[in-house]
Structure formats: structure tokens, C-alpha cells
């Protein structure tokens, strides 16, 4: 975000919060400026003077004014909203440190905790726990109606104890019960493994040092490997997104030039544009991105960039769809607004919000047994979405009902056959029929005449 547009947002998020903090003192000089707002501010007062008066229970004021003031963040929209010393430190930890607990993303949805996707490799996910349960009870113990606070407290604690989690999985009848062990948490970005030749690099978040972390990745395979892989599949999946420097750091790996994404704000000169810098870390090899609906945000940027410089071939589900930005302005030094403050959209010009970014190719996770019955949740179910205005409507589009002969496998079937992600068992072999044409190309060279064309002087694809 600009310097400028933060300073004037910072300014009128300031001017706001204090004049909620001193309305009796303010009121006057507000009539001066602003009459409608004037009366609509005295109003207010009168509604917390009657209540702190009236209310059949004595209120501490501080409740009364956070309580007015989530009222009217969260009538914005769903990603704006204050966060006291106790939201502004577990988001510190979720972005720089670790902790003892499940390894759950969850927010509050009318009362209920709701999943919004387990971090890959942790006890939540080992357990089968998916995005879109809904969490009930804590150890036998009803938790809806209560704080997401207090069932986040719940679920945190010592590495090496347990905590039963009673879910709701829409699609299936009955609730069930989970007994999970609590590990140490430790929230690293990035993971990287080689499968079949390709470079496997698995982003869950766009925290601090995520790009470092991404290019980090890319010399740890070739390392191991002794040479270059045949591709890379970057695996978004679940990934709720994070930090927008950190999402333009990471598609800056992959692009050689070009506009990564650009964001637009409230006012005509409230626009920036991010680039890509000269080189491309993995010198052009054929690269498969990874998403499904728990792809959001940050992870939306990256993928939505390399589909529309065609630097990568995006597949699985569509994405979350949040295509805004939210700038996180600080009020003293252990709270802060967290505001919507602009819309992003990518290369083409093209926003996600609502829709969400298409795959190339459309492939299920065939290995999840409930994955035709549970439902996805995106930006759009959410209430005070922001509307795209620009959304393309494809209702209007004829659909084919059938079933694709590709995928047609049993989670039965496949797990018979070893393949227990049927999306990244996918996108390897997509990647090794990619590679081969290189592959032939390079050997073609080597046994043409000493006139005919040089090859690269790595032996590799020239950058595109």
C-alpha cells in the first residue's frame, strides 16, 4: 500500500475512534462540520447514557465502547475489524511466532466456530478436521453462544495434552467426535519435498519471509536432487492468504516481467501497481499451482498473476474469492483497525472477489471421501460480502452434467494404488508429460550438426 494512502487512512481511522472516545466534548465543533453526523452521534450518546443507567446488570463502559465499535466495523464488511491487546498479539503469533495447540483457522459464524482450514501437517489436519466443519463442543462441553475468544483458549495449550472437538460436517447426518493431542505449533510458511522428480513446494500462509522461505525451496530441491526437477507444483490449497508484500515477493520467484497486481483504493489517486523484477528463480520450467476453495487472498494473487502471464497452469477447485485488501492500521501500541481499505485486482484486470480464481483444469479431490457431499464455503456466502461489480455471470453458460471419464476413481480405489492426493498425484504427472518435451527438445540438439542450433549454456529451457 502507498505511503500515502496508509497515512490518510491511519488519519481518518484516528479522526474516527476519537471522536467516538470524546463524544460529549466533540459534539459541538462535529455540528460545525457535519449536521447529519452531529445528530446521529448525540443519538448515540443517548443510547450508551441509557444503558450504562438503565441496564438490568452494571456495564463496564470499555465493554459498551468495543462493543460499539466491532457493531460498526462489522457492518462494513466481514475482514474489517478492531483488534484489542488480546487479538492484536494472537495475530502477531499467527504471522511471527508459535504456540501449543491444534493448527486450526477458525472464526465465528452466528455463534457457532466454524473451521475456516487446518495448517497442512498438523494435528488438526492428521485428524481429517476440514474446512467448513463446525466446531460444537470442547471436551463434552457446549461451546455455540459463546466468545470465539474463550473456545480459541480452549483449543490452545501445553503441547502433549488432548481435546475432544464434537464437529458438525455439513453433508453428513450425525455429529462425531475428535480426540486430538496438542503438539507445538510452529508456523513455517513454506515446505518442500521432491516426488517422482518434481519440486513439490507447499506455501499455507504469506507470513514474514514467505518469498525468502519460497526461493529458499527452489535451492534445497535442486540440492538434493544434483540438478534442476522436472517442474514444480506450488500446492495453494487451504491457504487463507497473509501479507500482500509477502504474495508479490513469491509471484516475483516464478515471473521474469510484468505486472503482478495492482491494487485500487476509495479515492482517484488511491492506486498502486507492484512489478516483477528480471529473473525468474526456477529459469522457466513448467510449473502446476495448486488451489481449491480454501484458497484465498494472498494465495489469489500468486495464482491469479501466473495464470494470466501463462507462467503457470493453475488446477483443482476454484478459490475462495476475497479480493480486497486490508491495511492494518495501529491506534496505540497493543491495539489496531484492521480496515478494508482497497480492492486488488490481477494482470488482466480482473477482480476475484466473489468468483474466485477458475483453474485451468478442473480436477476434484477424488481421495476425500466426502468430497462430493460437503459443501464450500467462499467469500460470497459470507454476509456484507464487497460486491463485484465487474463479476462475470457464467449462469448464462450451457453446463455438461456428466461426469468427466477422468475422474471417475473410488477413494477406495485409490488408496489401494498408493494415491492418497489424488489433486497433487495429478499434478506431478501433468508435470513429468510437460517435461518431457524440453527433454526431447534438449536431446534432439545434442545430436545435431556442429551448424545447426546452439542450446542454452545451462542445458535448460531459456526464461520465457
Do not use: C
Not at 55 to 75: C, F, N, P, R
Not at 270 to 295: K, Q
Not at 386 to 407: H, M, Q, W, Y
Not at 426 to 449: D, E, H, N, W
Amino acid at each position: 500500500m502507498s505511503r500515502q494512502l496508509m497515512r490518510n487512512s491511519l488519519l481518518r481511522a484516528t479522526a474516527l475512534i476519537s471522536a467516538v472516545a470524546l463524544l460529549p466534548v466533540a459534539t459541538a465543533a462535529l455540528a460545525s462540520v457535519d449536521g447529519q453526523t452531529s445528530r446521529e452521534l448525540e443519538l448515540f450518546t443517548e443510547v450508551f447514557e441509557k444503558v450504562r443507567a438503565d441496564y438490568v446488570d452494571k456495564i463496564d463502559d470499555e465493554k459498551l465502547i468495543k462493543g460499539a465499535i466491532d457493531g460498526m466495523l462489522a457492518s462494513l464488511d466481514p475482514h474489517s475489524s478492531y483488534l484489542d491487546a488480546r487479538d492484536f498479539q494472537s495475530m502477531r503469533t499467527q504471522t511471527e511466532g508459535s504456540y501449543g495447540g491444534l493448527g486450526l483457522t477458525v472464526q465465528a459464524e452466528d455463534g457457532a466456530v466454524k473451521v475456516v482450514t487446518p495448517t497442512e501437517d498438523t494435528p488438526a489436519d492428521r485428524a481429517g478436521i476440514k474446512a467448513g466443519d463446525y466446531i460444537t463442543h470442547l471436551d463434552g462441553k457446549l461451546i455455540y453462544g459463546g466468545t470465539l475468544d474463550d473456545a480459541v483458549d480452549q483449543m490452545r495449550g501445553r503441547p502433549g495434552t488432548s481435546v475432544r472437538l464434537t464437529i458438525v460436517r455439513p453433508g453428513r447426518d450425525q455429529p462425531f467426535d475428535v480426540t486430538i493431542i496438542r503438539e507445538n505449533i510452529e508456523l513455517k510458511p513454506v515446505k518442500w519435498e521432491v516426488k517422482d522428480g518434481v519440486g513439490v513446494i507447499n506455501i499455507n500462509a504469506f507470513s514474514n519471509n514467505t518469498g525468502q522461505a519460497v526461493r529458499a525451496a527452489i535451492a534445497g530441491i535442486e540440492k538434493s536432487l544434483g540438478h534442476a526437477p522436472t517442474g514444480y507444483v506450488i500446492d495453494l490449497r487451504s491457504n487463507p492468504g497473509g501479507l500482500l508484500d509477502e504474495s508479490v515477493d513469491v509471484s516475483d520467484v516464478f515471473l521474469e516481467r510484468g505486472k503482478i497486481v495492482e491494487q485500487r483504493g476509495r479515492q482517484r489517486g488511491d492506486y498502486e501497481r507492484f512489478d516483477a523484477t528480471p529473473g525468474d528463480n526456477t529459469r522457466g520450467l513448467p510449473i502446476v499451482v495448486l488451489i481449491d476453495a480454501g484458497s484465498a487472498s494472498a494465495a489469489e494473487i500468486v495464482a491469479g498473476a501466473l495464470q494470466d502471464h501463462h507462467r503457470g497452469l493453475v488446477m483443482g477447485e476454484r478459490s475462495f474469492g476475497k479480493g480486497s485488501v486490508q491495511t492494518l492500521l495501529p491506534l496505540s501500541e497493543t491495539t489496531a483497525l484492521r480496515l478494508t481499505t482497497a480492492r486488488y485486482y490481477t494482470p488482466s484486470g480482473r477482480s476475484v472477489q466473489e468468483g474466485g480464481i477458475e483453474p485451468d483444469i478442473q480436477v476434484p479431490q477424488l481421495s476425500d471421501p466426502d468430497y462430493k457431499t460437503r459443501p464450500r464455503f467462499r467469500e460470497a456466502d459470507l454476509r456484507r460480502h464487497l460486491i463485484n461489480d465487474a463479476k462475470i455471470d457464467n449462469s448464462v453458460l450451457e453446463t455438461d452434467g456428466r461426469d468427466d471419464p477422468r475422474f471417475t476413481a473410488t477413494p477406495e480405489l485409490l488408496k489401494k494404488q498408493g494415491i492418497d492426493d489424488y489433486q497433487l498425484y495429478y499434478a506431478l504427472k501433468t508435470i513429468s508429460r510437460i517435461g518431457k518435451a524440453p527433454q526431447m527438445a534438449r536431446a534432439a540438439g545434442r545430436t545435431q550438426p556442429a551448424t545447426g542450433p546452439t542450446p542454452s549454456a545451462t542445458g535448460e529451457p531459456r526464461s520465457r
